[in-house]
């Protein structure tokens, strides 16, 4: 016991003796006071500790609150989690009910004139003014529907007119399956007539001009199997190029069906697939001249579609065979050939044409493209079931016939494409097959076919592909196209 207590418990001793005896005499007392003084009697024996403004404070204690700032947390945290399990099902209910809806919208452009180039889809001219006016449908349409209603538009056709250029376009939406495509074409409408009152867009529309249509999903796909190189999932939506990721060599990504839909696996009877092959018409493929050293009959080949060779979605039989007259098996020059089935494809979300670039298109290295096959996925092994794809860049040509590279072996005719570290590559049994590049309207175009390289991935020697761009006069003096 420290000192200063030992005082006070001497002074509460001797003050307090007449107290002790008293409170032992005495019967009236309550038995409490008595324990406790006897317990503690430098604490209770005194007459001022029992004073009765004491007790109150002693007894009636403040009982804590129900909400405490913890409880008070945990209870608001409920509240909100049940909410939003709540949100969540409603969303997941609305969007799972959600459903597409088209329309094909014409109208006139006035302040713009009608270009040759406008009538070959596959043209910088038509693809630079069709970008400009989906961008202008974009803006309108993102801006008054919250964004999410408004997919996609694609330009289908532009023609000439008197006085500016026609416009042929389909819209897509997504509305829950409750709405009628009538009472969404009078808001799709009212919005189009609104913006074009603003006088702030970059095309001036004639307003008279304007006809929106209701599609059907059959209708649409009809008039967009008119277009090349658009991709679409199996609910007729716009599969976006990002959605397009690693592959081939060293790689291990699987396509899904109908993400490279102009891709066919070309097999010769017996003893199956040989080469990759590019769908650019509804009869005729490209691929590569060298497949055919081994077999140029037509009838010892057919060609398939879809994302495995087994089982195929839809099987042809060859018809012809051209391969370039000026082909060079030592060198590799003019590695290209053209395939036509007995029989015509049906285009659909599974098959579909890619688009032939202009001649005249240029992809500054480093440009992102992609490469599709049904090849090995390590070098010397067996071919694969599924189909695989790869990201890979453009390289100059300058670069790719350094010393250390290609060694000057690259022409005009040639591409060069993959990394200069290796490892993401083409590879055997990809051979023919398809190098595309999306532009910024999500349309495809078939920039290579996959021609050679040393070995598969290696450092400093990318794939080499058939430059596609430099045979568009030749393509079209064989096929008209």
Same mark, same amino acid.
């Given at each position: #016991? ?17 107290f002790m005896v008293m409170g032992w005499k005495s019967l009236d007392r309550s038995r409490l006071i008595i324990n406790n003084c006897l317990l503690f009697p430098f604490i209770y024996c005194r007459p001022v500790e029992f004073s009765e403004v004491e007790y109150p404070e002693v007894e009636n204690q403040r009982r804590p609150q129900f909400w405490d700032p913890i409880r008070l947390a945990l209870f608001t945290l409920a509240i909100a989690a049940i909410i ?31 270009? &040759? ?7 910088? &001219? ?9 961008? #202008? ?24 007119? &008197? ?8 819209? #897509?939406?997504?509305?829950?399956? !409750? ?18 009152? !603003?006088?702030?867009?970059?095309? !001036? ?5 304007? +006809? ?7 209708? #649409? ?11 679409? !999932? ?5 599969? %976006? ?56 009959? %037509? ?53 579909? +044409? ?22 090995s996925i390590v070098d010397d092994g067996p071919t694969q079931n599924k189909l695989r794809q790869a990201r890979v860049e453009t390289i100059s040509n300058d670069v790719c016939n350094r010393k250390d590279v290609y060694d000057g072996m690259i022409t005009s005719g040639m591409l060069c494409a993959g990394f200069m570290e290796g490892k993401v590559d083409a590879c055997k049994g990809d051979s023919g097959g398809p190098l595309v590049y999306p532009d910024n ?17 290696? %450092? ?22």
């Amino acid at each position: #016991m420290s000192p200063r207590r030992r005082v006070l418990y001497d002074e509460q001793e001797e003050s307090g003796k007449d107290f002790m005896v008293m409170g032992w005499k005495s019967l009236d007392r309550s038995r409490l006071i008595i324990n406790n003084c006897l317990l503690f009697p430098f604490i209770y024996c005194r007459p001022v500790e029992f004073s009765e403004v004491e007790y109150p404070e002693v007894e009636n204690q403040r009982r804590p609150q129900f909400w405490d700032p913890i409880r008070l947390a945990l209870f608001t945290l409920a509240i909100a989690a049940i909410i939003g399990i709540a949100i969540g099902i409603v969303t997941h209910f609305v969007v799972a009910d959600d459903k597409s809806f088209y329309y094909l919208a014409s109208f006139k452009v006035t302040n713009i004139k009608y270009k &040759e180039k406008y009538g070959i889809r596959t043209s910088r &001219e038509f693809a630079e003014r069709s970008h400009q006016i989906e961008r #202008m449908m974009s803006r309108i349409f993102r801006r008054f529907t919250r964004g999410h209603r408004f997919i996609k538009s694609h330009v289908v056709n532009l023609s000439p007119s &008197e006085d500016g250029v026609n416009v042929l376009m389909v819209l #897509m939406f997504r509305y829950p399956s !409750t709405d009628n495509a009538e009472r969404i074409k009078k808001r799709i409408e009212k919005l189009l007539y609104t913006s074009l009152n !603003t006088n702030q867009l970059p095309l !001036t529309i004639n307003k008279q001009s304007f +006809r929106i249509t209701p599609l059907d999903s059959k209708k #649409m796909r009809n008039l967009l199997n008119s277009r090349c190189g658009i991709r679409m !999932t199996s609910s007729n939506m716009p599969l %976006p190029a990002s959605s397009s990721t690693e592959r081939i060599m060293k790689g291990s990504k699987i396509a899904m069906e109908g993400e490279w839909p102009w891709q066919a696996s070309l097999q010769l009877i017996g003893a199956g697939h040989q080469c990759g092959a590019s769908l650019i018409s509804n009869t005729w493929l490209l691929t590569a001249a060298h497949c055919f050293q081994r077999n140029k009959d %037509p009838s010892q080949w057919i060609v398939t579609f879809g994302a495995s060779v087994k089982p195929p979605a839809v099987k042809r039989s060859v018809g012809e065979i051209i391969i370039h007259e000026n082909y060079h098996k030592d060198t590799n020059e003019n590695d290209i050939a053209l395939i036509q089935l007995t029989t015509q494809v049906e285009y659909s979300n599974i098959v579909q +044409r890619v688009c032939l670039p202009d001649s005249s298109i240029k992809l500054p290295p480093k440009t992102s493209v992609f490469v599709t096959g049904f090849g090995s996925i390590v070098d010397d092994g067996p071919t694969q079931n599924k189909l695989r794809q790869a990201r890979v860049e453009t390289i100059s040509n300058d670069v790719c016939n350094r010393k250390d590279v290609y060694d000057g072996m690259i022409t005009s005719g040639m591409l060069c494409a993959g990394f200069m570290e290796g490892k993401v590559d083409a590879c055997k049994g990809d051979s023919g097959g398809p190098l595309v590049y999306p532009d910024n309207r999500d349309i495809w175009y078939l920039v290579g076919i996959v021609s050679w390289g040393q070995s598969c991935g290696l %450092p400093n020697k990318p794939g080499v592909y058939t430059r596609v761009a430099q045979y568009r006069d030749w393509i079209a003096s064989k096929i008209g196209m």
